[in-house]
């Protein structure tokens, strides 16, 4: 059974299509999981197996709480330090 999911996270596929811009979010992204190495067009919907698509979204949901915790630490040190 534990085969069973193994293989359905590389045969299952989902599209995706990541957001591009002309500055930050220009560059291809590189995900890999267990060895197997992606890289994925920004700005072209693509077909990735699943667990590659998981991983993607992980890491941008990570990037989201990074980003939030820098502004709420920024703001914090700003009132403490320049009343």
């Known amino acids: 059974m534990k085969n069973t999911k193994i293989n359905n996270a590389w045969t299952d596929t989902v599209k995706i299509k990541l957001f591009r811009d002309s500055r930050r979010y220009r560059d ?3 995900a890999a999981v267990n ?7 920004r700005g072209s919907e693509v ?13 941008e949901i ?3 709480k990074t980003a ?3 502004a709420k630490t920024t703001e914090q040190y700003s009132s403490k ?3």
Do not use: M, N
């Not at 060895?35 to 067009?41: A, L």
């Not at 197996?49 to 991983?55: D, F, H, N």
């Open 28 to 30: 291809d992204v590189f």
């Open 35 to 41: 060895g197997r190495r992606y890289r994925i067009k």
């Open 47 to 59: 077909t990735v197996p699943k667990c590659i698509a998981e991983v993607i979204f992980a890491s």
């Open 62 to 64: 990570q990037d989201e």
């Open 68 to 70: 939030g915790l820098i």
């Open 81 to 83: 330090y320049h009343e």
